[in-house]
């Protein structure tokens, strides 16, 4: 018996043999046409059991990419289920409705629910449905699920969860109509109860796959709790060949996507009230990165599919690389959700932190695919993310790679990051990494501080500088670029990297106070640390509120900001530092004379960063040429890191 032979043991849904239990639920790519097709033939070629096209909408109240009301759908449809098909992978689309979820800038004609309550992501009013608009809809369901099998397509997926339009119907904080379909529980799933009977009547019984996705816990005030969506379940079972469960609605985003700072397998305290009276196949989802836990869950007989969405975006071959034996060399996701659904809903385009080549398979291979035949000596200065990726990257084309490291360990500031409360998970990216290099048998040099002569003296062939970047120590802020915050040189002003461990030993006294000049993480890990020293923390920031500038917020800093609000703590937004003094910091608001005093026995300062620039500017002039990667460049985020990385590893 091998140690996974579980999950990748066949079942069967609704006369549909998918070839394991590792899948994908269906999740948003803004992708179409051929980027869309690469995106899913990569993890059909990584062995994927069966991937499911994200929600689309079945009617032309809600438009959408690919449009399931019109046979104008087919092509398409039909060429990637071909594709798809060709690697053994089976294929399902999601059909739903948006309801009041619909975004106001994407020109719906009107917005449908059942009641008139505005979903918090669009903040339209919507219309509720007539009974001929449901009536239109409910065929609607029908007529797309007949596309999609006439496509040969696999199977679809009813969307009743995340606060869209049959969840809406659902809920008893969404649905107050006085009709059939609003009232009694049993009035509120009456048209779930008919879209599942439109759908199967008219696509049949035999060999297409009819799913449901429930909400296990929505996280709405007042609406749909575990147990509520266990009796919704028990009424479904008889009518849907597996039931798909997923907590959250846009009411509390990051539950939707669970970050990570939340527990490994989120969702399932919830979907163990709901799967014990669910007879068909169930398939459950939340922060389920290993294979060792989704093999828990298949054994354990919490859920017959697991579904890894983000774990097969940090790497597709997540289950070939299991079947191999090669567990330790799956890439690892690390769930910051700042390159996926951050980057996706604050309209950047699908991406990933962690693999430069998600959402561009159709022009980047997961891997390099050649290797040079004119091997190089290649000096790398620096073992954060942006260096490890590059030496890793080139090494895998055949480069002989020499890296140095200044410090004892290899990570960087991914270490400090890690080192923030609820982080920890942060640094399995550099972790991976560094065993990558080792595997490929990297030079690799720690507490090896190197300067121009050492790498002159080197003869390198390349030499790339990933020196990242260091916090500032000149009392910079954004609001008054040309003279210094007064006062950021006394000795209770520190920086992050100090509170963290690395750098001058803070002896803090409360109260504290952390500015925050940048809106990232940086000030939220302060205070959070700060607070686990028992004392009370105020947040000032540039910003309006904490982690602002972040990725799409809702989903990246929300689990944070909520931890915040709950300890001895306070925020004050639109603010700049006026002055800080012994023991009080007088704040104020722009091109304002606002002035307001607060007691501080601690100042953490948290502003941009410095690049280390000084050496490249050295070999520079004395005539060596070098490439710049990461943090150095000024960016100062992870995945632009590790892009860059990776990236010139290709390229030389």
């Known amino acids: 018996m091998g140690q996974y032979d579980a999950l990748f043991e ?21 992708l179409a046409g051929e980027d869309l097709i690469a995106y899913h033939v990569a993890r059909a070629k990584g062995g994927v059991g069966m991937s499911t096209i994200s929600a689309t909408s079945v009617h032309p109240s809600a438009p959408g990419g690919i ?11 039909e060429e990637i289920s071909k594709r798809v098909h060709a690697h053994g992978m089976k294929l399902f689309h999601q059909l739903y409705h948006p309801g009041a979820g619909y975004g106001a800038a994407m020109n719906a004609p009107e917005h449908w629910s059942a009641s008139e309550i505005p979903n918090p992501m669009a903040g339209v009013v919507p219309v509720a449905m007539s009974k001929t608009q449901i009536d239109d809809l409910v065929q609607a369901f029908a007529d797309a699920a007949v596309r999609v099998r006439d496509s040969g397509l696999d199977g679809v997926d009813i969307h009743a969860s995340s606060g869209y339009l049959l969840h809406e119907f659902l809920s008893p904080a969404l649905n107050k109509r006085t ?14 109860m008919e879209v599942l009977q439109a759908v199967r009547d008219a696509v049949g019984y035999d060999g297409f796959a009819v799913g449901v996705r429930l909400p296990n816990e929505d996280y709405v005030p007042g609406g749909l709790t575990a147990e509520q969506n266990r009796e919704i379940a028990r009424a479904v079972d008889p009518h849907v060949d597996y039931v798909s469960l997923h907590m959250g609605a846009y009411w509390r985003f990051h539950k939707l996507i669970a970050p990570a700072e939340d527990p490994l397998g989120v969702e399932m305290q919830a979907n163990q009230v709901i799967t ?14 290993t294979l060792d836990h989704a093999n828990h869950i298949v054994t354990s007989g919490e859920g017959d599919m697991v579904s890894m969405v983000r774990a097969l975006i940090a790497d597709p071959e997540l289950v070939n690389k299991a079947r191999r034996g090669d567990e330790a060399r799956i890439r690892p996701c690390i769930g910051s959700n700042m390159g996926c659904v951050g980057r996706l809903m604050s309209g950047q385009g699908l991406s990933c932190v962690v693999n430069v080549a998600a959402a561009l398979e159709r022009k980047v291979s997961q891997e390099p695919e050649d290797r040079t035949d004119k091997p190089k000596k290649i000096l790398v200065v620096g073992g954060g993310p942006a260096g490890l990726e590059f030496a890793r990257t080139a090494a895998l084309r055949g480069h002989h790679v020499v890296l140095h490291e200044a410090m004892q360990k290899l990570g960087g500031q991914v270490n400090m990051a890690a080192a923030a409360p609820h982080r920890a998970d942060i640094g399995a990216i550099t972790s991976w990494l560094a065993d990558e290099l080792e595997y490929l048998q990297v030079d690799v040099r720690l507490n090896s501080l190197v300067d121009a002569d050492a790498i002159i003296d080197a003869q390198a062939d390349e030499v790339v500088l990933a020196t990242g970047t260091t916090p500032r120590s000149d009392g910079f802020q954004l609001a008054t670029p040309g003279a210094p915050v007064p006062g950021y040189d006394l000795p209770h002003v520190r920086n992050v990297w100090d509170l963290l461990g690395y750098g001058d030993t803070v002896h803090v006294q409360g109260p504290a106070l952390v500015y925050d000049d940048t809106a990232s993480y940086e000030a939220i890990a302060a205070a959070e640390t700060l607070l686990d020293k028992g004392v009370h923390v105020t947040l000032v920031s540039r910003e309006h509120a904490p982690g602002a500038g972040m990725p799409y917020p809702p989903v990246t800093a929300g689990a944070a900001r909520e931890r915040l609000m709950q300890g001895d703590f306070d925020f004050i937004g639109g603010h700049y530092l006026r002055a800080i003094h012994e023991d009080t910091v007088d ?41 710049q990667i990461g943090n150095v460049k000024g960016r100062d985020d992870i995945r632009s890191a590790i892009h860059d990385g990776a990236l010139l590893g290709r390229s030389i």
């Not at 379909?181 to 048209?191: K, Q, T, V």
């Open 10 to 30: 066949p079942i069967v849904v609704g006369g549909v043999t998918i070839p394991n239990r590792i899948v994908r639920s269906a999740h948003g790519t803004h």
């Open 67 to 77: 449009p399931l009301y019109s046979d104008d759908c087919k092509p398409f449809l």
């Open 179 to 192: 009709d059939a379909y609003g009232g009694s529980a049993e009035n509120r799933l009456r048209l779930l």
């Open 276 to 289: 014990p009276v669910v007879t068909k196949p169930t398939m459950v989802v939340g922060r389920i990165m």
């Open 587 to 627: 704040i104020g608001v722009s091109f304002t004379d606002r002035l307001r005093t607060l007691a501080a026995h601690t100042v953490i300062l948290c502003g941009y960063h410095e690049p280390n620039r000084g050496l490249a500017q050295e070999l520079t002039e004395r005539g060596i040429q070098v490439h």
